[in-house]
């Protein structure tokens, strides 16, 4: 486990050389920051003292071996825009982005789970059926569209009136398949808690669990999907297999076979899938959260391009790769608590 986790942390360190190198390389086509710091009718001249001042005119290497000092101590530089620390800026909106990935994460675990494992049990089933009809639809749409029609469907309402209002059960109808909308589909509400720091929860109450909702549902859009045909389609393969037929020939009851010798198997590959999609999750939150106007660091990340913010650019993409690298290796670490065969080192037991 020792050598394992040495072994990760070496290859933390050169992805995130890489990922830092690769920022610094496209930060010349990122615009000009100081065309976003000043007006129009401040003169080149000390336009060019503020590119001085900062290092701009500085040769790449000079500059990355600049932030690499500073990155050691976890100092990234400061905000062009907000004029502070970045990492306080990303600490600040990472709570919101923290909470709706992880809103979305246990959509995904609730439903994919019990549908693709009765997707697999009865695959025959008319509701089995349905469910990838719409597992396939689902992977088709965008996550904004769906986002969109959400918007549309909860939020604003929709008066839908396909049969005629004059008899009783055609109103009946109308008014069933009518939404009123009501729910919010902006920002993160006012009655958050404060947790920590700059931690402010939605988790802490309905009134501002609500509007998570959309977000998170949207989100997920992306996802379920996936999911729900990998569980059936691994589940599948797993009936199949001699242990499970053996298991059948000694009586033991199919609920047990089902949930415990067939699930265990099954969750194998998809937690491989799952640690690399939940961490692609993060940048996905970029077009959710534009479209809710969530707080979180995808529209901060869109807003320091916008700024050709570099130094938050720079920072957005090492905390992400650092996700990634986190989640990849509590992958890894699970694989040893579901399957207790695999050998994290490599070497044969």
Do not use: C
């Not at 029609?149 to 069933?176: H, R």
């Amino acid at each position: 486990m020792i050598a394992f986790l040495i072994k990760r942390l070496f290859h933390a360190f050169l992805v995130m050389f890489v990922i830092s190198v690769i920022s610094f390389a496209i930060q010349d086509n990122l615009g000009d920051p100081i065309q976003q710091m000043v007006g129009q009718s401040v003169p080149e001249s000390e336009r060019e003292a503020l590119r001085e001042e900062l290092g701009l005119n500085d040769p790449f290497l000079v500059q990355y071996v600049r932030f690499a000092k500073n990155a050691m101590h976890f100092d990234f530089g400061y905000s062009y825009f907000y004029n502070q620390p970045t990492t306080e800026v990303i600490l600040r909106h990472l709570p919101a982005t923290l909470e709706l990935v992880a809103a979305t994460t246990l959509l995904i675990v609730l439903l994919s789970v019990p549908i693709g494992v009765y997707s697999a049990i009865r695959p025959r089933a008319l509701l089995a059926r349905f469910f990838m009809g719409v597992s396939t639809v689902g992977i088709s749409i965008p996550v904004f569209l769906t986002a969109i029609v959400l918007i549309q469907i909860f939020a604003i309402g929709v008066t839908f009136t396909p049969f005629p209002s004059e008899t009783g059960w055609g109103s009946w109808l109308n008014d069933l398949i009518s939404t009123d909308g009501g729910m919010p589909a902006y920002g993160r509400g006012h009655e958050l808690t404060h947790v920590f720091g700059t931690w402010y929860t939605n988790f802490a109450g309905w009134d501002s669990l609500i509007y998570l909702v959309l977000p998170a549902v949207s989100l997920a859009s992306i996802m379920l999907p996936l999911f729900i045909r990998l569980i059936r389609a691994e589940m599948l393969e797993v009936l199949q297999s001699e242990y499970v037929k053996f298991a059948k020939a000694k009586g033991i009851g199919m609920r047990r076979i089902y949930f415990l010798h067939a699930l265990k198997n099954t969750m194998l590959p998809v937690i491989t899938v799952g640690g690399v999609q939940i961490g692609t999750l993060v940048a996905y939150t970029i077009l959710t959260e534009t479209v809710f106007q969530w707080p979180g660091m995808g529209l901060m990340f869109l807003d320091a391009i916008e700024r050709s913010d570099i130094p938050l650019i720079v920072t957005y993409l090492m905390v992400v790769g650092l996700i990634f690298v986190i989640t990849n290796t509590l992958v890894d670490l699970i694989y040893g608590l579901v399957n207790p065969t695999v050998k994290l080192t490599g070497k044969p037991a």
